[in-house]
């Protein structure tokens, strides 16, 4: 992408792996929210050009020197942060908020190549029996994962999400899987709604017609959600967050805002509630993730809407800003 809305192709020689590398056949590139901003130019921390590519799956099609653990044809996906190892995060186990994170299809280069070489330690085998489109969805089930943990504890919670867009979508599964009682999952659109329902997400509300209030009390009773995860990104349902948590109880903040919210700090303060981030993801995230998929834990298919070839990248882009309430996860094929 060398400027914003304009990508180019360019033949450029395979690359050949580093001794502790691997060359990975790129199969599957997911898009994200976070792709588009970048289409649009509204990623504040990405300069052009840029290549992109940061969900994906494929095959190893060669092994650096100094490689052990894979073989020839594995299946793959591949933990996109390139981390400092100095700073004081990084020292100190975090280093997925490292002071000096740069990602691949943001900050540095991503996948969207036929042949990617990647450090043997970002790269994580696939069950063979996992799909190409399923091990392209490992990173967005690991924020969803992670986000999960973030959460003082979640067996036998009573779980809000807010937001059924791909990323609220896999929290409320991840929930679920990792033990919480019950989730309600909130949206503005019926399809969204529905993908939900057939991901398993019994309960579901259209806030543009039912009051949330209500809807959360009616499902979990008078001491409603433990839990609330804003997957949004907007102030108005950053707000909502705060206006119906229970006191003393957990939100966790999951969506990317665009602009800067205003949020009634007051009710935070008055009520102690604990409003917490959370940031992509940890190697053992990812590890959790490909397990959930392996063992059928979460239904990831509902969730596929389209794929475009390699070629048409762009017109993945126009599907998207064409499609926005019916696009959940569009994926480009190699």
Known sequence: MTEPGVI???????????????LVRIRRIGICGSDIHVYHGKHPYTSYPVVQGHE???????LGAGVEGFAMGDKVTIQPQVFCGQCYPCRHGIYHICDNLRVMGFQTTGAASEYFAVDASKVFRLPEKMSLDHGAMVEPLAVAVHAIKRAAHIQGQKVVVLG???????????????????????????????????????????????????????????????????CV?????????VTLARKGSQIIVVGVFGDKP?????????????VIGSLMYQRQ?????????????????????????????????????????????????L
């Open 164 to 230: 059924a867009g791909p990323i609220g979508n896999l929290v409320a599964q991840s929930a679920l899987a990792l033990g919480a009682a019950d989730v309600l999952i909130t949206d503005l659109s019926d399809h969204r709604l529905e993908v939900a329902r057939r991901c398993g997400i019994a309960h579901r509300v259209n806030t543009g017609r039912e009051d949330l209030g209500e809807k959360i009390i009616g499902v979990f009773g008078p001491d409603r959600a433990d839990l609330i995860l804003e």
């Open 56 to 62: 994906l799956s494929g095959e190893v099609a060669e």
């Open 285 to 333: 995230d990812y590890i959790d993730a490909i397990d959930l998929i392996d063992k059928g834990k979460v239904n990831l298919d509902p969730l596929l809407s389209k794929h475009f070839a390699f070629r048409e990248y762009e017109q993945a882009y126009i599907y998207i800003d064409n499609n926005a309430e019916h696009s959940l996860k569009v994926m480009i094929t």
């Open 262 to 274: 205003r949020v009634d700090m007051g009710l935070v303060q008055d009520r102690e509630l604990q």
């Open 233 to 241: 990104g907007a102030e108005q349902t950053m707000n909502q967050a």
């Open 8 to 22: 180019k192709f360019r033949e450029v020689e395979t690359p050949k792996p580093r001794e502790t590398e691997l």
